[in-house]
């Protein structure tokens, strides 16, 4: 490929990462507001009579996102993370829990000197303000981390995460579960829109990245085969193509994880879009290799 090809195949994919990343940041940004208009569930929300204890030791069987909430007083919760990480909260400035103990995420009304909030007697250091903005359905929020705040005997207990009814009734069997409504807040639960627009830019970044890929391995093919009839084996020909194509690819995902990672830094969300970026790297080489390797074929061995 000449020099301008060259470009012209990093900019269509430097065109499908950059959709990739703006899809990631959408999805995100739906994430933490469905989050802040449900009270912080951000899974299957069910009421458990258990002991902090008991989750903890069974975190296995829970999924990645899984968290446990004890009611402290009005407006004030304990929680404690059973599995992963709580990565869907809302917030404005600041960062979510790191697991911790003595870490505090607040409202912007709430009695914060110094850094920290006082809850129970004891001190927490405040390292995020609750809410996609400051005037939010959280403004009177604290959630602080905390785990002796939990009753060494069973208690009610909100648990929230990924299928956590079905979790917490195969390794308690037996014990009762209250599943919470998950149509408390239509506004914000009830979204037709969201899931349409992120499945129709997922279809269209695939759609670029296998034209791109099928573009360069043409471009590529034409090359070869003059390079073929001077002697150059096809296999030889495949790898310098690939090898080529290969370092676009690396170099268009890595700019595209840098501007995640400054979008990130930004909106305060967790994007997560490094899988998919590198996937879609993945299928322009893919389809490159495969579209030279069939055009190839042709050629006389």
């Not at 499908?16 to 989050?35: E, K």
């Not at 009610?156 to 195969?170: C, E, I, K, T």
């Not at 967790?270 to 899988?275: L, S």
């Amino acid at each position: 490929m000449t020099i301008r090809q060259l470009a012209a195949t990093g900019a269509l994919l430097l065109l499908a990462l950059s959709l990739t990343v703006l899809i990631g940041t959408f999805d995100a940004q739906r994430r933490v507001v469905a989050a802040e208009g449900n009270d912080l569930r951000t899974g299957q929300s069910v009421w458990v009579t258990a002991t902090l204890d008991d989750l903890v030791d069974a975190r296995s069987v829970f999924e990645p996102g899984t968290k446990v909430f004890v009611e402290l007083d009005d407006h004030v919760r304990a929680v404690a993370i059973v599995a992963g990480a709580w990565l869907d909260v809302p917030l404005h400035s600041g960062h979510a829990l790191t697991g911790a103990p003595g870490e505090a995420l607040v409202g912007a009304d709430a009695a914060v000197r110094r850094g920290a909030i006082a809850v129970g007697g004891e001190t927490y250091d405040v390292v995020g303000r609750l809410g996609v903005r400051a005037e939010s359905l959280l403004s009177d929020e604290v959630v602080v981390a905390d785990p002796s705040l939990f009753s060494a005997s069973p208690q009610r207990l909100l648990l929230d995460g990924p299928d956590s009814a079905r979790h917490y009734r195969a390794q308690f069997p037996g014990r009762g579960v209250e599943v919470v409504d998950d149509g408390t807040n239509r506004r914000t639960n009830v979204d037709t829109v969201s899931p349409v627009v992120i499945t129709l830019g997922a279809l269209v970044t695939v759609l670029i990245t296998v034209i791109a890929g099928v573009q360069a391995g043409r471009r590529e093919l034409r090359t070869a085969a003059v390079r073929f009839t001077t002697g150059v084996p096809r296999l030889t020909s495949l790898g310098v193509a690939a090898v080529r194509v290969g370092a676009i690819c690396v170099a268009a995902c890595t700019v595209a994880l840098a501007c995640a990672a400054v979008a990130e830094r930004v909106t305060l969300l967790e994007i997560g879009v490094t899988a998919a970026v590198v996937t879609a790297g993945s299928v322009v080489l893919a389809a490159t290799v495969a579209t030279f390797w069939h055009g190839s074929r042709r050629w006389n061995c």
